[in-house]
């Protein structure tokens, strides 16, 4: 919770795209992530398509970086 309002800089309850990079980054050890990467995670994490991310889906954000984007960094990320 206090990590979503950190990020959540809009205070709309929901994170942008451009809010969520700077989490990815956060949990990337400080390190940049790419826009397409922050792209593979918004593709699986916002579940109800409707262009935020709200706190049950930065759950799901956070799982797909760790389980997903981050073991292949050094790939490119498919989205189906």
């Known amino acids: 919770e ?3 309002e950190k990020y ?3 205070k709309t ?3 942008s795209k451009e809010e969520l990079k700077p989490y990815l980054v956060e949990l990337n ?15 699986e994490a916002d579940v109800l398509g409707d262009g935020a991310i709200n706190k049950p889906e930065l759950v799901k954000a956070t799982a797909v ?5 981050k ?3 050094s790939s490119a990320c498919a989205i189906l």
């Open 13 to 15: 309850g929901t994170l």
């Open 29 to 43: 050890d400080g390190q940049s992530v790419t826009d397409e990467e922050v792209d593979c995670v918004w593709a």
């Open 8 to 10: 959540d800089v809009s």
């Open 71 to 73: 073991p292949r960094r």
């Open 2 to 4: 206090e990590k979503f």
């Open 65 to 69: 970086w760790y389980n997903e984007v």
